[in-house]
């Protein structure tokens, strides 16, 4: 069925690359562009253009199937291509349903056509609540979008558009229409006289200098820059014509358009799906919301709302927090909600090693198969020596790691639904589902299987829909996300530990004050270790459990899985750096 679909895509722009990682088509992809920031992986695929020039001899050697362009910016190139034989699709889309189609489009070219529908929909929900949740807003404050500076160009018709939904009157709705930049270039002046209450600013790429627009002739008297309404969104959220405009860039157009006369703003945006909520008698006076992947009848969930309830009462009121199962739904799923946490749209996050390495690097030492013999192993490393390496490269890369914050789920297993795997031998031509990280890909590509990304809560439909053959995860996966119904068999390889790590918004953790830092510190180190102990517990019942469910269960000798792996190991060792290995070593 994969034959059927183009396997080897460039994508020219940033929104399509996004569009098939969040469908779970990654893997199609063998070049981005050099302005690919989201999500986080695709930076590792090779760059071949920029936005108006493209290197023609490196796409060539990419042997690619399908290339996906964009605008009319990019027809030079799309007809370079075309003549030297490559198949392109170039797309021009320029409204929220244009965005909408171009998702569904996208999806029909990798045959993922119900997932895009499944996506399309989610997006479109999501902008229904922030367009309800706008009626608030009154009156509605008037708003210019500025896309650049010199020349002063206003904002291009999505951007429009989603300031509408978000709560805004856009100051020029002559210039809806017009598609190309040159069409929607205005006057300062004419600015200054429509006097936007709310001046957003996006330049491409390029920092935004407030002071510069402040300075502008006519502009002191300007509500927005009297009021100090002047707000700047980063290019990648809000000038991408694809899901992050639809997510990421509303939501901060909606945040700012409420603004301190809406104190609820934040708890609001968490509310876009079912929640855990506590501390809501009396206003705090920090609120935040927590996202983890599991289902909301894990120990982790369970623990994590204890905690926060804790911390709620231990802080007098001055805390509250939401606790969001499954991530919320977001799309996209925990790759997504790490962009946020990066962001500060979510304040806390657990998330295991090998997907947070897309931030930390060094978090993939987590990951290294067969490093662990068991749950206490692992958890004695993280606890130690090992764990506090990992604290200092967490706040290296913008993440406030906690000194005791690793919850556990256990140790990986591998569920087939067509053969038992006994060895390396028996995981030629598998399909098998992996996480996104890196170490999961090689490590069963180097096996012999051949790995497919898919979110956590895409595996029980690939493995429903035959798209893959076998997954690997904790038995807790497997009976929570309800795997029994899909897998036949579970090989007990024991393979890697699987935990989650506690990981805050450094930034917001920097401006929390001492005393709320111990209060949560404190409380978190108690969830840590409770939750532990009843993962323990559930771990040891569930193979006999899942036995009753029909379930075949074999044990497998790990040595021969660990010879096929010795080059992997030299290459992890190099990534990881001497000070990372010996440490893994010696705990």
């Not at 017009?178 to 920092?207: M, T, Y």
């Not at 067509?418 to 890909?441: H, I, N």
């Amino acid at each position: 069925m994969r034959d059927r679909y183009p396997s080897r895509i460039v994508c020219l722009t940033e929104e399509t690359t996004e569009t098939l990682y969040l469908l779970g088509e990654g893997d199609r992809i063998v070049g981005v562009s050099g302005y690919t920031v989201r999500p986080p992986e695709a930076r590792r695929k090779p760059r071949v253009s920029a936005f108006v020039n493209a290197n023609f001899e490196n796409i060539h050697a990419l042997r690619p199937d399908l290339v996906l362009a964009f605008s009319d910016l990019q027809a030079d190139i799309a007809a370079e291509l075309i003549r030297r034989g490559a198949a392109v699709m170039t797309f021009n889309q320029r409204t929220v349903d244009e965005i909408l189609q171009m998702i569904r489009i996208v999806g029909a070219l990798v045959g993922r056509q119900a997932g895009a529908e499944a996506l399309t929909d989610r997006l479109s929900a999501g902008l229904d609540r922030i367009r309800a949740d706008a009626e608030r807003i009154v009156p509605r404050p008037r708003v210019f979008f500025e896309e650049w500076d010199e020349p002063l160009i206003s904002g291009i018709r999505w951007v429009e558009e989603l300031v509408d939904i978000a709560g805004g009157d856009p100051i020029f709705p002559e210039l809806a229409d017009a598609r190309l930049a040159r069409d929607r270039i205005v006057d300062p002046a004419e600015v200054a006289r429509r006097n936007p209450e709310v001046v957003f600013a996006s330049w491409c790429g390029k920092k935004v200098r407030a002071e510069r627009m402040r300075a502008r002739a006519g502009w002191h008297s300007v509500d927005a820059v009297r009021n100090n309404r002047i707000y700047e969104i980063k290019s990648t959220y809000i000038l991408q014509p694809g899901p992050a405009s639809l997510t990421e860039g509303v939501r901060r157009l909606h945040e700012a358009l409420l603004g301190d006369r809406y104190p609820s703003r934040r708890s609001f945006l968490a509310s876009l799906g079912g929640a855990t909520v506590f501390a809501r008698a009396a206003e705090p006076e920090y609120r935040f919301i927590q996202f983890h992947n599991q289902a909301a009848e894990s120990t982790l969930h369970r623990h994590l709302t204890a905690m926060w309830t804790a911390v709620a009462r231990e802080s007098r009121g001055r805390v509250a927090a939401e606790v969001f199962a499954e991530n919320r739904g977001t799309p996209g799923s925990d790759p997504a909600a790490l962009r946020m946490l990066q962001a500060g749209d979510i304040q806390f996050f657990t998330l295991m090693g090998g997907i947070l390495a897309n931030v930390v690097p060094a978090m993939n030492v987590q990951q290294i198969p067969f490093a662990f013999r068991s749950p206490a192993h692992a958890l004695r490393a993280m606890d130690g020596a090992l764990g506090a390496y990992l604290v200092q490269e967490a706040a290296a890369n913008g993440l406030h790691a906690f000194a005791i914050g690793a919850f556990d789920n256990g140790m990986r297993q591998i569920a087939s639904a067509g053969r038992p795997v006994a060895t390396p031998g028996d995981l030629a031509g598998v399909r098998m589902r992996v996480p996104a990280g890196p170490v999961f890909a090689d490590t069963f590509a180097a096996l012999g299987a051949t790995p497919v990304v898919l979110n956590v809560d895409e595996i029980y439909g690939g493995l429903k829909s035959g798209r893959v053959d076998a997954q690997e995860n904790p038995l807790a996966v497997v009976e929570l996300f309800k795997l029994y119904e899909v897998v036949r068999y579970v090989s007990l390889t024991n393979h890697m530990w699987s935990g989650f790590n506690l990981v805050a918004h450094l930034p917001t953790w920097r401006r929390l004050p001492q005393d709320i830092r111990g209060v949560i510190e404190r409380n978190a180190t108690l969830a840590v270790r409770r939750q532990r102990a009843d993962q323990a517990r559930l771990n040891a019942r569930l193979r006999t459990g899942l036995a009753r469910r029909g379930l075949i269960f074999n044990d497998v000798v790990q040595a021969p899985f660990r010879a096929r792996l010795a080059d992997q190991y030299r290459t992890w060792r190099m990534e990881l750096g001497t000070r990372c290995w010996s440490l893994l070593e010696s705990s």
